[in-house]
């Protein structure tokens, strides 16, 4: 599943995920293909199901181990972060979550935490689809106050999707340019692609 994740000291995690209704190609992030019912089938390029009431999400929350998004999680968040839950969340397009309860815990005592996601770099810009994860972790990084850290994955499409090098540096390089231009904190922002960070 496309997801953000919130980090704290290096072992809790939360995971808001998105792809309600059909969203297609960042579905599942690792690649894998997850059938949810007999028929209905979930991978990083499409969502399809055999019936007309759709993909069963309640079977595809229980079978990546999270938790539904609810009214009264939705309360809880907007008392300790003193502002309303984003519109994404109340629409449902952010429908799950793991270890937010602990996140908030995190926050209502005031111990640091900070925020992790990224990309796959696989075209020269981004579209609407790859932007929401990014629109959310801007929210949550203002909403929370925290760093977060962006980690583009060049290293992984020269295997996967059978890029040179230099082409996989060049689109992180790309895909780095629209996220700045999102408008994130960059006191509190670090982004880095594997191929140049990491070697």
């Known amino acids: 599943m496309s997801a953000n994740e919130v980090v704290t000291e290096g ?8 792809g309600k209704d059909g969203a297609g190609d960042d579905m599942v992030a690792t690649g ?21 009431a759709g993909v069963d ?7 990546f181990g999270s938790s539904k998004i609810d009214e009264e999680l939705i309360a809880r968040f907007e008392k300790i972060t003193g502002k309303p839950a984003h519109h994404f969340i109340k629409r449902g397009i952010f429908f799950s979550h793991r270890d937010l309860h602990t996140i908030l815990t995190l926050k209502e005592q005031g111990k640091p935490f900070y925020m992790y996601t990224g990309r796959g770099p ?26 977060l850290v962006i980690q583009l994955t060049d290293d992984e499409k020269t295997l996967w999707k059978d890029l040179k090098v230099e082409a996989a540096i060049k689109l992180s390089r790309e895909n780095a340019k629209d996220i700045i231009a999102m408008g994130f904190d960059l006191d509190k922002t670090f982004i880095f692609n594997n191929l140049n960070f990491m070697g």
Not at 11 to 18: G, I, K
Not at 32 to 52: A, K
Not at 58 to 63: A, E, P, V
């Open 122 to 147: 696989s075209s020269e810009s981004l579209h609407l689809g790859h932007l929401i994860p990014f629109i959310m972790s801007k929210w949550l990084q203002e909403t929370f106050d925290v760093p």
């Open 32 to 52: 894998v293909e997850v059938v949810v019912q007999d028929d209905d089938i979930v991978n990083p390029w499409s969502v399809t199901s055999s019936t007309d």
């Open 57 to 63: 999400y309640d079977k595809l929350i229980k079978r």
């Open 11 to 18: 072992v809790e995690a939360l995971t808001l995920t998105n």
